[in-house]
């Protein structure tokens, strides 16, 4: 099938690989000519495990291409649109000009029969909207709404083996002929056993956004026991063992911690509150501003926590920071909750050297102020306090003993509950947690 991908970011490189991977004849559109440069020849703009194989298997088989005309896209039945959708800026709402970019460019290429299928994470109304244009200027093309639920770090995993299809239709029988073109590009998914829920536009919508706000929940709800824990002297990991093993709660996104970031979670509701505000139904998402409250509360005391180890002043002390990216195994620093914690231990006095795996490229370009070191080894070269800010497995790893001879004072603060609390006790070091006790 000859298939279209606009916006070859993260969600779109990946699905315009993945689909010539299932055997689709397929072209990757993206305004920046240096990324399609990037694409065209193998290499990955963004650090994600798997990935650049991916593409290195799908250029060669000679099923996908990349191009920054828009005009490359005529003849290919099925186009998506995997364009960002970012926070507005001094606002929450979603920024939706690269959508409605996206949308008015295909314009010029559709034909009847066409299918538009969104994947970019839109307020709920975006697809109907669109839809209107799309009938409007080419009557007899097609809209769909097909959320994508892919996770960084996961991302060829997640779009080769999704957990579930969603199609958002248009009613009667166009949704039908919109259905029948989903299933012809997914027909391997949907020959594996996928479920599949097929809806109305709204609903495909709401799909997405519903789920990333239950994640970003689940995560402060952890944070807020986390929080109570601190004041009783109990202990989150092993209370989020404990609730965990009831599988009506799962212990999956019940890790307590700096909270969650990047470039979804934190927009994505922050995006549907603002929606609901609008539809007049703002009270029912009342509950998610808290959610975003817990989260943030959790860097700032993340930050006290390290003046109360360094003997209640930053000023001048050493701090070495352990991850830079929003989660492991990424480079992407959008909302980072430990690029955060580090600028602002920094503004306060201290002495911080960060280092990552995968991100300092990126964070060297964004917080040039920072100081960067290429190695955890270096980073804590005298430090008065190590904080590992992202889990990272390398960093799981370090021996404490050979670690310890590095540092000025062997002082770790645990900030994603990741590290082994007795190894690192047992070598000598004071530990500290959020939501656990002192060690
Ligand atoms: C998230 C969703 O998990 C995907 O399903 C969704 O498709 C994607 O957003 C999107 O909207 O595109 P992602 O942003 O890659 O995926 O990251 P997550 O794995 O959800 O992690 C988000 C943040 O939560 C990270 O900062 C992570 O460290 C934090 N987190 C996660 C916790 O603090 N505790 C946990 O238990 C789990």
């Not at 995997?82 to 606002?91: D, N, Y």
């Not at 709402?93 to 959508?99: E, F, G, K, W």
Request: glycine share 8%.
């Amino acid at each position: 099938m000859k298939i279209s991908v606009i916006g070859c970011g993260y969600l779109g490189a990946v699905h315009a690989a993945s689909m010539a991977e299932l055997g689709h004849d397929v072209v990757g559109i993206d305004v920046d000519r240096a990324k399609v440069e990037l694409l065209s020849q193998a290499r990955a703009p963004f650090y994600e495990p798997g990935f650049e194989e991916l593409l290195a298997r799908s250029l060669a088989s000679g099923r996908l291409r990349f191009s920054a005309d828009m005009a490359d896209a005529a003849g290919a039945v099925v186009h998506f649109v995997c364009v960002g959708t970012p926070q507005k800026r001094s606002e929450y709402a979603a920024d939706l000009r690269y959508v409605e970019a996206a949308a008015e460019s295909l314009l010029a290429v559709l034909r009847p029969g066409d299918l538009v299928a969104g994947k970019s994470t839109v307020p709920v109304g975006t697809a109907a909207r669109l839809a209107e244009l799309v009938d409007g200027k080419v009557p007899g093309a097609m809209l769909a709404w097909n959320p994508e639920f892919l996770r960084e770090g996961f991302a060829v995993q997640d779009t080769l083996h999704p957990d579930r299809l969603v199609y958002g239709l248009a009613p009667g029988a166009e949704g039908e002929v919109a259905r029948a073109l989903l299933d012809e590009v997914y027909a391997t998914i949907v020959a594996a056993g996928t479920p599949q829920v097929v809806t109305d536009y709204a609903t495909a919508e709401m799909v997405k956004t519903a789920a990333n706000s239950f994640l970003a929940t689940k995560i402060s709800f952890i944070n807020a026991m986390a929080e109570l824990c601190e004041a009783t002297g109990a202990d989150v990991k092993q209370l989020a063992d404990a609730i965990g093993h009831d599988d009506r709660i799962g212990r999956k996104f019940l890790n307590a911690g700096l909270g969650f970031g990047g470039g979804c979670l934190p927009k994505d509701i922050r995006a549907f509150m603002a929606r609901a505000g609008e539809l007049g139904a703002d009270q029912a998402l009342t509950f998610l501003r808290e959610v975003d409250n817990i989260n943030m509360r959790r860097r700032i005391r993340m930050v006290e926590l390290a003046r109360e180890v360094c003997d209640g002043s930053l000023l001048g002390k050493r701090v070495a920071v352990l991850g830079a990216a929003f989660k492991p195994d990424s480079d992407d620093i959008r909302d980072s909750p430990a690029l955060n914690v580090a600028a602002q231990l920094q503004l306060q006095g201290a002495v911080v050297r960060v280092t990552d795996p995968a991100a300092v490229e990126n964070c060297r370009r964004l917080w040039p102020q920072l100081d960067y070191a290429d190695t955890a080894e270096e980073a804590a070269e005298r430090a008065d306090a190590v904080l590992v800010l992202t889990e990272w497995k390398q960093y799981k790893e370090l021996d404490p003993v050979a670690f310890g001879l590095i540092v000025k004072q062997k002082r770790v603060l645990d900030g994603r509950n990741a590290l082994d609390r007795d190894s690192w006790t047992a070598a000598g070091w004071s530990y500290r947690a959020l939501g656990r006790r002192a060690g």
